[in-house]
């Protein structure tokens, strides 16, 4: 039986019309990136015979890379984002994966086919590793290349398959690792690698693809080349494959699930032992980056993170914003898009429109808890007035002693979410509040919308769409796949997993210094902090488990919204935060005894609500939850739990595709599955 490897890569031999799509006109990745021109059918040695045309399956190849926001390969088909997964966001979308298939406990093996977050059989993806490999076999019968030129577009088609392989590894574990381009007459039944395999398979690519390339795009290039693979972006990525590898999810002797599993008794989906020597090997491929950047210190070097211009509050977020959004800034290690530019921000195909638009993805009051006060202290359960009676949060607001909790807060904060009465939305300054226009409910509390409408959860997404007010149009909408950023929280992670915790503070305080926050120590002297994180810590435990948890919150808030949140949960195995109920915030305006509304856009009094139920979350069958509706203590029932907690560790990893498995090729099925 045909293989999945042949008939999504393979299919056809290599003869006209394979590359009809390809290229025989000059690509630019930058301003024209993937902007196809018309070509007519054309065989491989004719595509070969000219550097211009070969170039044009490297492009192609590019065009397959995971783009994290909405494009028309995910809008109607896959999730709409891994982060509606974890615990800072919650999926308002009925048709969208999250809901319809993951919240209700509905996804299995069957139907891993194309729905799941893993899609192990997506085309893009095992398209892109054939563009790569056909191009690295036949790029020496391109006559017209300048010196040095192939190598480099060699190891860019290795960063392509490391790639697809890393973002792969963390969904399946080990993998069929292909090592060239198949034909159709060769054995394609390549059985599954082990989990020590796939990650040596992709971190020598890296390091293979880093000898050939630029550390940086030159200046000359930046215009039109942004967001071609260097050398910083290969050693960036092979940092994330080994962070992820040491972490507890593969790196310990239990197996998390089931014992029997053939995964597990194959070293597929576990090292089978804890070995502290992985946690090393993150610190030294973190010490080599920084050693090719320049320095082995914060924010010295080729890349580095980019500064806000003043201090004050905008232009924190304005610094912040500008390390996610644009693509050529210095710390940028690894950009990814679909297309030349965004025509409008109705064009779903490039740009998250139903994130925002159609309630895709809504920002949790759980998640938004995690940032921190503007000085860096720790936003703690008594600054929350929402764990206070509505007569006490009255009472506060009455005699003055009322506290905005959404004022004064971490500059991140406003960039992820809207935040009633601080951000704007379409042109507006935000209403989430009851009755509100970005809300829809109504203020007397006759009518309380908790599982849909645009501000569900009382927030709605900022990040990349910013005011969703067309400021977007006609840019270079970019998935910022890798950036400095992380790469310093890694250092830190792996410095702390090795004893060497004093060496990672100066790393976590560089990121926070950025949006204006002191160190942590300086910030938190006692070490309290709003537990947000709940990693396993019965495999290893660092020595400095405050210093942990919070790299862990600072991942959370620098890199919201860009598919780490998620990732960071399984490595850890935080089954706890997987299981936790999410909450929102019903948001009422200050009516004064005699039922005038303060509308002053600060003095609100707030509701926490538990967000309805997912499949994997704790809950009692049957039981609703009750609030009081203010003013005064009306109560009314909202949100009733289906069941109880359905959560195993098998939903740390995708399942492979029955299908698949179906056809004998050596694929063997992840725990629990």
């Keep these: 039986m045909k293989t999945i490897i042949y008939r999504l890569l393979f299919v056809g031999a290599i003869v006209a019309g394979l590359f009809a799509t390809s290229c025989v006109d000059e690509f630019e990745v930058g301003d024209d990136f993937l902007v196809k021109k018309p070509s007519g059918d054309i065989s491989i040695d004719t595509v070969f015979s000219d550097a ?76 892109g590793i054939r563009y790569a490999y056909t191009f690295i076999e036949n790029v020496d019968k391109v006559p017209n290349f300048e010196q040095g030129e192939k190598e480099r577009l060699v190891g860019e088609a290795k960063m392509i398959i490391a790639s697809h392989y890393a973002n792969m590894f963390r969904h399946f574990g080990g993998l069929p690792l292909l090592k060239k381009a198949y034909q159709p007459a060769d054995d394609t039944n390549i059985e599954r690698a082990t989990v020590e395999e796939t990650v040596s398979f992709i971190t020598n690519l890296c390091d293979e693809a880093a000898s050939a390339l630029p550390w940086q795009l030159s200046n000359d290039e930046i215009g039109a080349w942004a967001g071609r693979f260097t050398a910083a972006g290969a050693k960036g990525l092979k940092v994330r494959v080994l962070l992820f590898a040491a972490s507890p999810l593969f790196n310990s002797s239990d197996t998390w699930n089931t014992s029997g599993n053939e995964s597990v008794s194959n070293l597929q989906t576990t090292y089978g032992s804890y070995d502290a020597s992985r946690w090393q090997d993150v610190v030294k491929a973190c010490e080599d980056f920084f050693t090719l950047n320049g320095g082995i210190a914060p924010n010295t070097g080729t890349y580095y993170l980019n500064q806000p211009t003043g201090t004050d509050l905008q232009s924190y977020r304005e610094g912040y914003r500008e390390g996610y959004y644009n693509r050529s800034n210095p710390g940028m290690l690894i950009s990814v898009r679909r297309a030349d530019k965004s025509p409008s921000k109705w064009d779903y195909y490039y740009f998250p429109t139903i994130w925002v638009r159609w309630n895709g993805m809504l920002p949790t009051l759980t998640g938004l808890n995690a940032y921190p006060k503007a000085d860096g202290t720790p936003f703690l359960e008594a600054d929350m007035p929402w764990k206070r009676t509505n007569a006490e949060q009255q009472m506060a607001l009455d005699n003055g002693t009322y506290v905005d909790p959404f004022a004064d807060r971490d500059p991140r904060l406003y960039e992820v979410s809207n935040i009633t009465g601080k951000t704007y939305h379409n042109g507006r ?128 808030c620098e890199l919201a919204l860009e598919d780490v949140r998620f990732y960071d949960l399984i490595r850890w195995r935080c089954a706890e935060d997987f299981k936790k109920r999410l909450s929102g915030l019903l948001i009422w305006r200050y009516k004064k005894y005699d039922g005038t509304i303060v509308d002053d856009n600060v003095s609100f009094v707030f509701n926490e609500f538990q967000i309805r139920k997912r499949f994997v979350q704790d809950g009692e069958s049957g039981k609703e939850q009750i609030i009081k509706i203010y003013p005064g203590d009306a109560e009314t029932a909202i949100n009733k739990d289906a069941h109880g907690s359905m959560w195993e560790p098998k939903w740390y990893l995708s399942a492979f595709p029955t299908t698949e498995l179906n056809k004998s090729y050596g694929l063997t099925q992840n725990p629990g599955w």
Aim: no cysteine; glycine share 10%; hydrophobic share 30%.
């Design 429 to 556: 300054l935000f209403e989430g509040y009851m009755g509100g226009s970005h809300r829809g409910d109504k203020e007397d509390g006759s009518q309380v919308k908790t599982d849909k409408g645009l501000a569900a959860s009382g927030f709605t997404n900022y990040k990349f769409t910013l005011d969703f007010a067309g400021e977007y149009d006609g840019r270079t909408i970019h998935w910022p796949e890798l950036r400095i950023a992380e790469i310093y929280l890694s250092y830190a992670e792996a410095l702390t997993m090795v004893g060497r915790s004093g060496e990672a503070y100066p790393w976590v305080d560089a990121v926070r210094a950025r949006v204006g926050l002191k160190g942590l120590l300086e910030a938190n002297p006692t070490r309290s902090a709003i537990d947000v994180t709940h990693p396993d810590f019965s495999v290893a435990a660092p020595a400095d488990e405050f210093l942990l948890k919070e790299i862990l919150r600072e991942r959370k």
């Design 52 to 127: 211009v045309s070969a170039k044009g399956v490297l492009w192609n190849a590019y065009a397959t890379l995971y783009y994290g926001l909405t494009d028309r390969t995910t809008y109607f088909h896959n999730l709409e984002g891994l982060n509606s997964l974890g615990d800072d966001y919650e999926s308002f979308l009925n048709q969208s994966r999250g809901t319809s298939v993951y919240y209700s406990g509905q996804m299995n093996p069957s139907r891993e086919y194309n729905d799941s977050k893993g899609y192990y059989t997506k085309p893009e993806r095992w398209k």
